[in-house]
Structures are given as C-alpha cells and as structure tokens.
C-alpha cells in the first residue's frame, strides 16, 4: 500500500487573557523575580478565567486553526485533543469540544502524554492520513495547568500556565510532509511529575484534599537532567532517520519546560539558539499545548516559510519524549 504524506494546513492558537508576573508570585510565595527568571527563563505566564475549562481554550485556537486551513468543521474527520487537565475525567474533551464546533459525529477522544501530547497526537492523526482512513484532522493541545497548580508550592508554581495550539491535517499535495518521526516512553520516571490522587490509586476524599494531593508535585532537579539527556537522543534519532544533520533545520521548536534545558539541549547536539524558538518567557509551560502554541506564533510571525526544515523535540510526564522532523 502506498502511504500519503501529511501535511499541516493551518494552525492557530490562544492564550487567556490574564497575565501573572514574576512580581505577582512574589506576593503569593517566598520566590523572587530574580531567582525564576535565572533559574527557568520564565518572566510571566497566562491564567485561564475561572470559567474557562480546556475545550473553551481548545476551541478558540480551533477555530483560528480551521480559519488558517480554509476548512469547516463539516470537513472535520477525526478530532485528538492532548492534555493532562481535561474538562473532566470523562467524557473526553474532544467529544465536548466536537459540539462546541458543530462538528458532524466523528471520531473523538483524548491523548495523555503529558508535555509530548501534541507531538504524539501529530504522529498519531498523521497514520490515518497515511493509510488514506481519513482526510481532515484537528489536533489540538489545551491545558489549564493553573487548575492542578498548588499555589503554595514554589518549586512548581512558578512554571506552569494554560493555554492552546490547534493544527489541521491533511493530505500533502506537494513536498510539504513528515520527513521522520520517534516518539518514546520510559515509564520508569513516572514518580518524577504527577498528580497523585483523583484517580483510581488514590480516589479524592477529604484526606486527599487536606494533603494537596490533587496538585502536581514534581522532582525537578531529576527531571531536568532526564531532559537534557532524552531531548538530545531523540533529536539524533530522528536527524537519523530522516537523513538530515542539524545543519539542514531551520528552526527548532523544543518543549518549552527551562531555558537552561533549551540551551544544553540545543549546545549537546549543535544547535544554534538563533534559530530556536522561545515562548517559555511569556507563557511559562504549557506542557502539551507549548510546541502547539509556538508553531502557530512562528508561522504568523513569518518565521516558517515554504521548504523550510523544521524539528520538534519535546519531553514530559510519564515519561514520555518525541522528536518529530517535517518540510513546512
Ligand atoms: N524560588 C526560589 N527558590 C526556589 C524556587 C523558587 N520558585 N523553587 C525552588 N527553589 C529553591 C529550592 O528550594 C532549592 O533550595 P535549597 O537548595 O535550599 O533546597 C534551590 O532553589 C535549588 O533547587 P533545585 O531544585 O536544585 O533548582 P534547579 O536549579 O533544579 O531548578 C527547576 C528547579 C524546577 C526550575 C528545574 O529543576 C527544572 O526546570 N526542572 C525540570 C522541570 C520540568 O521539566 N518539569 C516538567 C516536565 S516538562
């Protein structure tokens, strides 16, 4: 069977409208504007009003990302949408996000790869594209990371956000496609990031509650080195498989978790931070919806053009980790 190479033929994007400084945490935890913007490059970030859920983020780049791509959501085949703070804990946010958009009854459901959720869903919606099962794919990655925040927490507080990127898929008609794509886990560094209770292992009750046990906790300074070190061998791995070096990338767009990790990263394979692309000292991390984000600002921002090589590289909760190599 001959596979079709996708495509990606719109993107877009949103971000809540309320800013949170560095100077604002300094009011709210024993931190300083100093210490974050050092230690994590970090400078503000935006927090979801308390009536916006993920599929009100969703929607919105969603719909800029259907605009972008010259598609309605009639067109819709199949919608993924990557997050770790879903709506609810069931029903998917894609099938609420489906309605929202009028979309017709088609396929729905949620990814949970933690930071690496956008890649995945990528690699994922671009298979049905493959095997020509489907013709128009919405992924998108929404989070609001603000809701499994614990506030007195600087070791976490600090770095996380909410927001949404959305990207439309499709069939490529021309030299635009997936050049190579890896994806991995490694399940044995998942007590380094989560949220320990409201699941099946540790139910909510009143204790749970009582021990901030439905925030995120997480073991940074572990995490960080696991960064640098997967980062780097997925982006060889897939420089390899795609038979490119890092001299053939045009812009790099990496998870967007520390700038020291960015830069390790960036210096262990040889990659230039010129040609990287930084949103993490606006918006902090927004775990899946970070690379999604920085696409759709790179491409309205004419940074992306025609033929251009460009390679994302993430890493996140699970663990997981992705590199993923297209021609725009
Ligand atoms: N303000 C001031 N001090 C802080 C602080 C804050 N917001 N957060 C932590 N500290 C303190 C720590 O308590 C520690 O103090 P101690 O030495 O007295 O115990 C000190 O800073 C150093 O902590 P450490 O954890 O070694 O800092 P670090 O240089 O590793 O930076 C992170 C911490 C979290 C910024 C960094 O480890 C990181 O970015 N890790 C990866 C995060 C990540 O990728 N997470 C999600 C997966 S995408």
């Not at 894609?94 to 995945?120: H, N, T």
């Not at 420089?239 to 070096?245: I, V």
């Not at 993490?280 to 921002?301: H, M, Q, T």
Request: proline content about 2%.
């Amino acid at each position: 069977m001959k596979l079709i190479e996708t495509q990606i033929t719109g993107t877009g994007s949103y971000v809540p409208r309320r800013i949170l400084t560095n100077a604002d945490l300094e009011n709210m935890v024993d931190t300083s504007d100093e210490w974050i913007r050092a230690r994590t490059g970090i400078k503000e970030r935006r927090i979801a009003d308390k009536n916006e859920a993920a599929s009100d983020l969703a929607y919105k780049a969603s719909i800029k990302a259907m605009e972008a791509a010259k598609v309605t959501s009639e067109e819709l085949d199949m919608i993924i949408v990557a997050t770790i703070t879903p709506d609810m804990i069931f029903p998917a946010t894609a099938c609420i996000l489906q309605e929202k958009l009028g979309a017709r009854k088609i396929v729905g459901f949620d990814l949970e790869a933690a930071c690496s959720g956008f890649l995945y869903a990528l690699s994922i919606g671009s298979q049905f594209i493959a095997t020509g099962m489907y013709n128009t794919i919405l992924i998108v990655a929404a989070e609001t990371l603000s809701r499994i925040t614990d506030w007195k927490d600087r070791n976490t507080c600090v770095l996380f956000a909410d927001g949404a990127g959305a990207a439309i898929l499709r069939p490529s008609h021309g030299s635009s496609r997936i050049i190579s794509s890896y994806l991995g886990a490694d399940g044995s560094g998942a007590d380094l990031v989560k949220v320990p209770a409201g699941g099946s292992r540790l139910p909510a009750s009143i204790e749970t509650v009582k021990n901030r046990q439905h925030y995120m906790k997480m073991k940074g300074n572990e995490l960080f080195k696991k960064a640098v070190k997967m980062m780097a061998q997925t982006i060889e791995i897939s420089l390899d498989k795609g038979n490119l070096t890092t001299n053939d990338i045009n812009l790099f767009i990496p998870h967007q978790a520390n700038i020291r990790i960015i830069k390790a990263v960036t210096k262990r394979v040889g990659l230039s931070m010129d040609k990287t692309w930084i949103n993490l000292d606006r918006y902090g991390n927004l775990s899946a919806a970070s690379i999604a984000v920085a696409l759709d600002e790179a491409i309205r921002k004419k940074r992306i053009k025609r033929g251009d090589k460009i390679l994302f590289t993430t890493f996140g909760g699970g663990i997981t980790c992705g590199s993923i190599l297209l021609e725009w």
